[in-house]
């Protein structure tokens, strides 16, 4: 089923949500080149716990070029034959590759009018894909923008079951140094989210 919300205008703290899921998405399905390095250069914390992992990420991504972060990211994500992480919802579901959590993701994808792009190659269910696609619902990156409870509806099937589990891993994993406070920050918005869905 096409997405049926009318078009509107996207809410500031809406928008502010879809650009983390975004920044996420895109730093967990690829390695930042130098214009995103700078990017995260301008980050600023504050003395929250998110703040700070913010100033980190800000302070490691200034001391990092590109093909440091290229290193660290296919040893956490690729290595040889496999990285030190499986960043996937069905290996972190069923501990294998291409199961049931994917074929499910796969159906919500139709639904939403959300369809692969013939360039990627990694399956669906990737951490980075997933918030890339939860940025575009918000959005309207595929149509119009989705409401809260089908917003809700994506991020409790296909998120919330493990992503946290994932972030926790990324910040402990040996090789992360650059990734260490994305994992930190990635933990803290998926609990963020989590609280506000529960009391919509």
Same mark, same amino acid.
């Given at each position: 089923?096409?997405?049926?919300?009318?078009?509107?205008?996207?809410?500031?703290?809406?928008?502010?949500?879809?650009?983390?899921?975004?920044?996420?998405?895109?730093?967990?399905?690829?390695?930042?080149?130098? @214009?995103?390095? =700078?990017?995260?250069?301008?980050?600023?914390? /504050?003395?929250? !716990?998110?703040?700070?992992?913010? %100033?980190? *990420?800000?302070?490691?991504?200034?001391?990092?070029?590109?093909?440091?972060?290229?290193?660290?990211?296919?040893?956490?994500?690729?290595?040889?034959?496999?990285?030190?992480?499986?960043?996937?919802?069905?290996?972190?579901?069923?501990?294998?590759?291409?199961?049931?959590?994917?074929?499910?993701?796969?159906? @919500?994808?139709? =639904?939403?009018?959300?369809?692969?792009?013939? /360039?990627?190659? !990694?399956?669906?269910?990737?951490? %980075?894909? *997933?918030?890339?696609?939860?940025?575009?619902?918000?959005?309207?990156?595929?149509?119009?923008?989705?409401?809260?409870?089908?917003?809700?509806?994506?991020?409790?099937?296909?998120?919330?079951?493990?992503?946290?589990?994932?972030?926790?891993?990324?910040?402990?994993?040996?090789?992360?140094?650059?990734?260490?406070?994305?994992?930190?920050?990635?933990?803290?918005?998926?609990?963020?989210?989590?609280?506000?869905?529960?009391?919509?």
């Amino acid at each position: 089923m096409q997405n049926q919300v009318q078009k509107e205008t996207v809410l500031a703290e809406d928008m502010m949500r879809a650009d983390l899921y975004s920044l996420l998405g895109s730093l967990l399905f690829a390695a930042p080149n130098e @214009t995103v390095l =700078q990017n995260l250069n301008s980050l600023t914390g /504050d003395g929250t !716990e998110m703040g700070q992992a913010f %100033g980190a *990420l800000s302070q490691l991504a200034t001391a990092t070029d590109a093909a440091t972060a290229r290193r660290e990211y296919d040893d956490l994500f690729i290595g040889m034959g496999r990285g030190e992480l499986l960043p996937y919802a069905s290996y972190y579901l069923t501990g294998f590759l291409n199961e049931k959590p994917l074929a499910k993701l796969r159906n @919500t994808m139709k =639904q939403f009018g959300i369809a692969r792009s013939d /360039d990627v190659k !990694e399956p669906e269910d990737h951490i %980075g894909s *997933l918030f890339e696609m939860m940025s575009g619902l918000i959005t309207g990156r595929y149509g119009s923008p989705v409401g809260i409870s089908d917003q809700r509806k994506f991020f409790s099937t296909h998120i919330e079951p493990w992503a946290g589990h994932f972030f926790k891993d990324l910040e402990a994993a040996q090789n992360s140094r650059l990734y260490q406070p994305v994992g930190a920050v990635g933990r803290l918005f998926v609990e963020i989210e989590t609280d506000a869905f529960s009391m919509e």
